[in-house]
């Protein structure tokens, strides 16, 4: 009995400390290099929703994925589309070494999709990135915990963002895009934004 509680108060006081230093983080634009250069974050979980998203790229396509992290994706995408994997670490095969809440983004090249999966929840300024990559990308795919269904232990989670189904959907037609197609992934939303051509 005394063993639950003491584990108990132990977890509570984690959650509250990830808490504090995502909290910190975003405060000062930082992202966590120590949680994902670590191999262990990665977790296989995932893989459905990369399928999920892999199936809503058409044939013969260029994309890049940011936060590219097992470089799954690669694996799911018909054979005659373009990979470039993108991550806040090097995750070999070519990857671009990109941290998106850096002050300077670089110059990216033109991508038929850029895809998000489990990323923009980590982003400080999600607005100016999706205005960013605007110029470059036609379609956007990215899932995203919207607070509709994820209000609480949003900052144990590591995510500084706190979006509503409505204010994530604004953030890309306000940068151009209009929402195609929406589907639910264990409780988030994976969106597909296509490039509107008055813009």
């Known amino acids: 009995m005394l063993n639950k509680l003491i584990n ?12 504090i230093n995502t909290s910190l983080r975003s405060a000062v634009g930082r992202s966590d290099y120590q949680r994902w250069g670590n ?12 399928k999920k998203i892999a199936n809503q790229i058409e044939p013969g396509t260029s994309v890049i994925e940011f936060g590219a992290g097992r470089l799954v994706l690669k694996t799911f995408l018909t054979e005659n589309c373009s990979y470039t994997p993108s991550d806040l670490v090097d995750r070999g095969n070519g990857t671009i070494v990109c941290d998106l809440n850096s002050d300077t983004l670089p110059q990216f090249q033109a991508y038929d999709v850029a895809v998000f999966s489990g990323v923009l929840e980590y982003i400080n300024n999600v607005p100016r990135l999706i205005r960013y990559l605007s110029s470059c990308v ?4 990215a899932s995203y ?9 949003r900052r144990v989670h590591g995510w500084v963002n706190d979006y509503s ?19 639910e992934w264990m409780g ?12």
């Open 8 to 19: 108990r108060i132990k977890n509570e006081f984690s959650a509250l400390q990830r808490g």
């Open 39 to 50: 191999k262990q974050s990665l977790s296989p979980f995932w893989d459905s929703r990369t």
């Open 138 to 141: 036609n379609v956007i795919i």
């Open 145 to 153: 915990a919207v607070t509709d269904t994820n209000k609480r232990n």
């Open 165 to 183: 189904s409505v204010q994530f959907i604004d953030i890309f037609v306000n940068a151009g895009f209009q929402c195609d197609h929406t589907e």
């Open 188 to 199: 988030q939303v994976i969106y597909k934004f296509t490039k509107q051509s008055s813009f």
